[in-house]
């Protein structure tokens, strides 16, 4: 029987290091340098970098996506 117990806890150890690592990397996905472009002084909407998809506009001071 230690066999079969042994078979069982190694996919339990890989998912569990699977989830582990997924919460580091939505950390720094979340921390990374691509947000702290929006968060640059403006004053107008043309003040906002431009972005593909992204709407960028100028609220209280800082570029925000929208």
């Given at each position: 029987?230690?066999?079969?117990?042994?078979?069982?806890?190694?996919?339990?150890?890989?998912?569990?290091?699977?989830?582990?690592?997924?919460?580091?990397?939505?950390?720094?996905?979340?921390?990374?340098?691509?947000?702290?472009?929006?968060?640059?002084?403006?004053?107008?909407?043309?003040?906002?970098?431009?972005?593909?998809?992204?709407?960028v506009r100028c609220r209280?001071?800082?570029?925000v996506p929208i």
């Amino acid at each position: 029987m230690q066999i079969g117990k042994n078979m069982v806890e190694t996919p339990k150890l890989v998912y569990f290091i699977i989830l582990f690592l997924s919460i580091f990397l939505c950390i720094t996905v979340s921390n990374s340098s691509f947000s702290q472009i929006f968060n640059s002084a403006c004053k107008t909407d043309k003040d906002c970098p431009k972005f593909g998809r992204v709407n960028v506009r100028c609220r209280k001071g800082n570029c925000v996506p929208i």
